[in-house]
C-alpha cells in the first residue's frame, strides 16, 4: 500500500487550465441578443481573435505572459463568430472573434501560440478563456453541417449551439471523454509506455478514449489491458483536464495492476515498462528516459506518485 493509495487528501499537483479563472460565463446571457449587442459595445469589454486554435499572446513589462486583448470597437465585427466566454468580478465582459486569420500587430514582442504553449505561459483568467475560446473553434470549425438532414446550420447562443433551420434540430459543442492513468503495482513501481510515433526514450502514461456504453472505470481496465496486457483491479478517480485537441476532456485516475507481465498492442504502444522511483531517476539522469513535457495532467499524475516535481522535460 503506497502513498498515493493510503491517503486520500494526497494533494495533487497544480493542472493546466484548471485553476480559478475567476470567470463567470453567464450562460444565460447568450440568447440574450440586446444584452450581448449592449455588452460588445461596452468600453470595458475585452475581445481576442482565435483562428486556427491559435490567439496572439504578448509579455508584460513585469515578466508577465497575456492574451492580446483590445476593446470590442477595435476589433472587427462579425456577429456570427462572435462567442461570449463570460464576465469577471469587475463585470469586464470577455469575447473571442473567430477569424480565418489573427490580426496583424504593431506591437513586436506580441506572438502567435497555441494552446500547448499559451497554456504553460498565462495566467488562470487567459488560459481559461483561450481553453473555451479554442474548443468552440474547433467544434463550428467541424461542425457545419446539421447531422440530422445535412443542411449547413446557423450559429446562435454567442458561440455555444449551431441551428439547423431546416429541421430545427440544435446542436452542442461534443465533448469527448478520454481516460488517462497512472497504473502502479504492488511493487510500486508505475507502468509508462512509449506510443508509435513518439521519439526514442519519451514515455508517459496510458490513456484512451471512452466509448460507448462504458463506464470510464471499464474504460480505464481496457484500455490498459488492451495497449499493455496488464490488468487492473482498483481505480480511483484524481482529476479532470479540459483538452481541446480538438474536443477531450482528460479524466485522471490511480489505477492498481493485478497482473505484472506486459504484452504491447504493437498498435497505439511501440513499449512499456514498469519503473521504480530509483529506476525513473536514473533513467531520467541519463536521459534514457524523456520526461513529459507541457500542459498534459500525465505529468502531474507521474508526479503524484514520483512523490516530487519532475525533472523539465524538452519539448516534443
Ligand atoms: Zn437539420
Given at each position: 500500500?503506497t502513498?498515493?493509495?493510503?491517503?486520500?487528501?494526497?494533494?495533487?499537483?497544480?493542472?493546466?487550465?484548471?485553476?480559478?479563472?475567476?470567470?463567470?460565463?453567464?450562460?444565460?446571457?447568450?440568447?440574450?441578443?440586446?444584452?450581448?449587442?449592449a455588452?460588445?459595445?461596452?468600453p470595458?469589454?475585452?475581445?481576442?481573435?482565435?483562428?486556427?486554435?491559435?490567439?496572439?499572446?504578448?509579455?508584460?513589462p513585469?515578466?508577465?505572459?497575456?492574451?492580446?486583448?483590445?476593446?470590442?470597437?477595435?476589433?472587427p465585427?462579425?456577429?456570427?463568430?462572435?462567442?461570449?466566454?463570460?464576465?469577471?468580478?469587475?463585470?469586464?465582459?470577455?469575447?473571442?472573434?473567430?477569424?480565418?486569420?489573427?490580426?496583424?500587430?504593431?506591437?513586436?514582442?506580441?506572438?502567435?501560440a497555441?494552446?500547448r504553449?499559451?497554456?504553460?505561459?498565462?495566467?488562470?483568467r487567459?488560459?481559461?478563456?483561450?481553453a473555451?475560446?479554442?474548443?468552440?473553434?474547433?467544434?463550428?470549425?467541424?461542425h457545419?453541417?446539421?447531422s440530422?438532414?445535412?443542411?449547413?446550420?446557423?450559429?446562435?447562443?454567442?458561440?455555444h449551439?449551431r441551428?439547423?433551420?431546416?429541421?430545427?434540430?440544435?446542436?452542442?459543442?461534443?465533448?469527448?471523454?478520454?481516460?488517462?492513468?497512472?497504473?502502479?503495482?504492488?511493487?510500486?513501481?508505475?507502468?509508462?509506455?512509449?506510443?508509435?510515433?513518439?521519439p526514442?526514450?519519451r514515455?508517459s502514461?496510458?490513456?484512451?478514449?471512452?466509448?460507448?456504453?462504458?463506464?470510464?472505470?471499464?474504460?480505464?481496465?481496457?484500455e490498459?489491458?488492451?495497449?499493455?496486457?496488464?490488468?487492473?483491479?482498483?481505480v480511483?478517480?484524481?482529476?479532470?483536464?479540459?483538452?481541446?485537441f480538438?474536443?477531450?476532456?482528460?479524466?485522471?485516475?490511480?489505477?492498481?495492476?493485478?497482473?505484472?507481465?506486459?504484452?504491447v498492442?504493437?498498435?497505439?504502444?511501440?513499449?512499456?515498462?514498469?519503473?521504480?522511483?530509483?529506476?525513473?531517476?536514473?533513467?531520467?539522469?541519463?536521459?534514457?528516459?524523456l520526461?513529459?513535457?507541457?500542459?498534459?495532467?500525465?505529468?502531474?499524475l507521474i508526479?503524484?506518485w514520483?512523490?516530487?516535481?519532475?525533472?523539465?522535460?524538452?519539448p516534443?
Amino acid at each position: 500500500m503506497t502513498a498515493i493509495w493510503s491517503n486520500p487528501a494526497h494533494t495533487v499537483p497544480p493542472i493546466s487550465l484548471t485553476g480559478d479563472s475567476g470567470i463567470d460565463r453567464a450562460a444565460h446571457h447568450r440568447l440574450d441578443e440586446a444584452w450581448l449587442a449592449a455588452a460588445w459595445s461596452h468600453p470595458t469589454t475585452r475581445v481576442f481573435v482565435v483562428s486556427g486554435g491559435q490567439v496572439l499572446i504578448d509579455d508584460t513589462p513585469d515578466g508577465r505572459t497575456e492574451l492580446v486583448m483590445t476593446p470590442a470597437f477595435e476589433a472587427p465585427l462579425t456577429e456570427q463568430h462572435r462567442y461570449f466566454l463570460g464576465t469577471d468580478t469587475d463585470g469586464v465582459r470577455y469575447f473571442a472573434l473567430q477569424k480565418d486569420s489573427l490580426p496583424g500587430r504593431m506591437d513586436e514582442s506580441a506572438r502567435p501560440a497555441g494552446l500547448r504553449e499559451a497554456g504553460q505561459l498565462l495566467g488562470d483568467r487567459d488560459a481559461a478563456l483561450m481553453a473555451h475560446a479554442v474548443a468552440l473553434e474547433n467544434w463550428q470549425r467541424t461542425h457545419r453541417y446539421c447531422s440530422r438532414c445535412g443542411e449547413r446550420t446557423n450559429i446562435t447562443s454567442a458561440g455555444h449551439i449551431r441551428r439547423c433551420p431546416a429541421c430545427g434540430a440544435e446542436h452542442y459543442p461534443r465533448t469527448d471523454p478520454a481516460v488517462i492513468m497512472a497504473v502502479t503495482d504492488g511493487e510500486d513501481r508505475i507502468l509508462l509506455g512509449r506510443q508509435m510515433h513518439w521519439p526514442e526514450g519519451r514515455f508517459s502514461t496510458l490513456a484512451g478514449f471512452v466509448e460507448p456504453g462504458e463506464s470510464i472505470e471499464q474504460t480505464v481496465r481496457r484500455e490498459v489491458f488492451e495497449e499493455a496486457g496488464v490488468v487492473v483491479g482498483d481505480v480511483r478517480y484524481v482529476a479532470s483536464q479540459p483538452w481541446p485537441f480538438p474536443s477531450s476532456l482528460m479524466l485522471g485516475f490511480l489505477a492498481r495492476a493485478t497482473s505484472v507481465d506486459i504484452r504491447v498492442d504493437g498498435e497505439e504502444l511501440h513499449e512499456a515498462r514498469w519503473f521504480s522511483r530509483d529506476e525513473l531517476r536514473a533513467a531520467f539522469e541519463s536521459e534514457e528516459v524523456l520526461p513529459p513535457s507541457g500542459i498534459s495532467i500525465a505529468a502531474r499524475l507521474i508526479e503524484l506518485w514520483y512523490g516530487e516535481p519532475l525533472p523539465k522535460g524538452r519539448p516534443f
